[in-house]
């Protein structure tokens, strides 16, 4: 049903709704509270220390308002409640006061003065809650008022009945309350208990639709046929690791070897290698490309950004000067296209590296046998499978640089096998991570004059482009610039970087940066994931606090990239237990495990990175039992049910149809 057909939603309120990303009658009742206020009386005489609390009572002199100051004004008046007679003000609230009569029962929320028996309400209520209420408490737009957003759902919740699409032994095995019945408990709570049942019955509900998907998948890629084995010759390794100038760790010869038996085994492989920032994971994929070619495929390696493909291609190429490998961008021009075209589809490359633009229709390979995604997150499932279906012998490799617990990578890439490499090549050195405020800025400028004088460049990055927030302690670019400009005791030459400019523009900036050419680079997050820049030694990060942990970790490990060493210099007013964690450790992995601790799994894996983690009203760090449940739960369900078509699962013809459309 679209929402203008509910009550209550006009063009205007359907413009509110729509910024808060509800679009239809099941986003608008699938709109849950982010948290609930609980409210229960109690007896003013029993009140001994600052807290907030709920008194009832009535009102027994005429409410008086005082105008202190142009935007300051107070309402008072004496309230009687168990008995007791108390002062009672209300500030800037000059609007209710029509609302306030002698002999009214009203319940007031704030804090009370025993020695003035004095008490400052913060919230007020036109009625006497007589037992404890529960309110939902929604995320909301300017212009629409919450009281409006709940006659809105309510409005929506009486339009009619929704199904229940869990399984239904499911449902008497863990003995859940009906869809219906839960959806509207969550938004007009009637009990603590119920409400606590419904929130369960929710969040199974999303976490099984969730883990099924991922299920059906893992299971339709092992069902594959007509996949041939690849003849993976013993002496292809020894040969391929005798060209390469360094050692690689445990970790890198240990997933290479998961990759090698993907390649012989009757499935197609579907393998993420999931690393810490410069942990070595492009080399264990150029590796893969290697082996494929001698088993007589040709490769693809999918980059996010032109800056990204172009490293890949010069680090290939120097190491395997060899190998017949070419380089396709946007901004390759038609001829060598046409050339690159006509040598792939003849099979005289071995392996192209690129970025969208060789996913186009028109690019045509003899024999793919791997597709390498880098940065996978950063793709469409579309844009992959459109590179995947380009053969018919196609295994993948898909590559991210988040560190993630493996417990949850486990279950949240269920439909991937998964590779992890935890340790750094020989030769890098520890990150020296230092905390400072805005007053010791001219210590922060102190150490980057210092690795400058050295030839060693540096990335300064701020959470904001403009001041189109409204907080005065963040820093724009521009202000950043000036502050260093004023601060150092030296001339550097400087640029910025935003997410606003073009990106053209953009890899004009960060080449120029490869080069040597800019000493400082001052950027918003924009700054190429996975881009190798060894001669920058220091990562100064400006109002650290507005970044997640897994946010920091990454900007951090743009440097460090070498033998030198290097500095990441935290700029924040506020110290929080996120950034102590970040000068305690360089571990990826622990930052995560903290990460999931401290926030959440939203900034872990984050709405850019992995669509599928956006819940509802699950979360991944208090719900991961009920999702390792689900996770096993679904895993039964589809083993008993593949052959009769899931007939206990009406939500199976939903998911079938994305899955058939690459969603």
Known sequence: MELSNIKGVGPKTLEYLNKLNIYDLNDLIRYYPYRYNIYRPINIDTIDDDNTYVIVGKIISNPSIFFIKKGLNRISFNFETNGKIVKITIFNRQFIKQYLSIGKEITLIGKYDKLKNSFVASDIKLYPIKNTEVEPVYHMVQGLKRKSLRTLINNALSVGDIEDVLPSYLNDRYELIDTFKAIKEVHNPTSTDLLKKSKLKLKYDELFEFMFKINLLKFKSRVFNDFYIKEVDDKVLPNILDKIPFNLTED???????????????????????????????????????????????????????????????????????????????????????????????????????????????????????????????????????????????????????????????????????????????????????????????????????????????????????????????????????????????????????????????????????????????????????????????????????????????????????????????????????????CESNDGFYIAEKDFELRGSGDLFGTKQHGDMVFKIADIRTDMKILLQCKKDTEEFINNNIDIGFRDYPYYKVIEEKLLNND
Do not use: W
């Not at 040598?343 to 024999?367: Q, V």
């Not at 924040?572 to 102590?580: A, G, M, N, P, V």
């Open 252 to 582: 890198q010869i240990s997933a290479i070897d998961d990759i090698i038996n993907d390649f012989k085994d009757e499935k197609r492989m579907n393998r993420l290698v999931l690393g810490d920032v410069g942990s070595g994971k492009t080399i264990v994929s150029f590796i893969a490309c290697l082996i494929n070619k001698e088993c007589g495929y040709q490769s693809a390696i999918l980059a996010p950004t032109e800056v990204l493909a172009n490293q890949h291609y010069d680090n290939f190429t120097k190491l395997f000067p060899d190998i017949s490998v070419r380089l396709l961008t946007s901004s390759t021009s038609a001829k060598d296209k046409k050339l690159i075209m006509d040598e792939l589809s003849t099979g005289k490359i071995d392996i192209l590296i690129g970025t969208h633009a060789i996913i186009s229709d028109n690019i045509e390979f003899m024999n793919i046998g791997l597709v390498v995604t880098d940065e996978q997150h950063r793709f469409g499932v579309n844009q992959r499978k459109a590179l995947q279906n380009k053969g018919m012998n196609v295994d993948v490799l898909y590559m991210s640089a988040t560190p993630i617990p493996r417990t949850y990578a486990l279950t949240i890439y269920g439909d991937m096998d998964i590779s992890m490499i935890k340790s750094k090549p020989a030769g890098r050195k520890e990150i020296i991570t230092n905390l400072y405020d805005m007053k010791h800025i001219k210590d922060v400028c102190d150490v980057i004059t210092e690795q400058i004088n050295d030839n060693h460049q540096v990335y300064v990055v701020a959470p904001l482009i403009d001041d189109e927030e409204d907080r005065e302690e963040l820093q724009d670019l521009k202000k950043i610039k000036e502050l260093l400009v004023n601060n150092l005791s030296i001339k550097p030459s400087i640029e910025i970087l935003h997410g606003k400019m073009k990106q053209v523009d953009k890899d004009i900036v960060m080449n120029k940066f490869k080069e040597g050419e800019i000493d400082i680079l001052i950027s918003t997050t924009v700054i190429e994931v996975g881009v190798d820049v060894k001669n920058s030694t220091v990562m100064t990060i400006f109002n650290a606090e507005r970044f997640g942990l897994a946010t920091l970790h990454q900007l951090r490990g743009r440097v460090g990239r070498n033998e030198l060493q290097s500095y990441c210099l935290l700029i924040s007013d506020k110290e929080t237990d996120r950034l102590k964690v970040m």
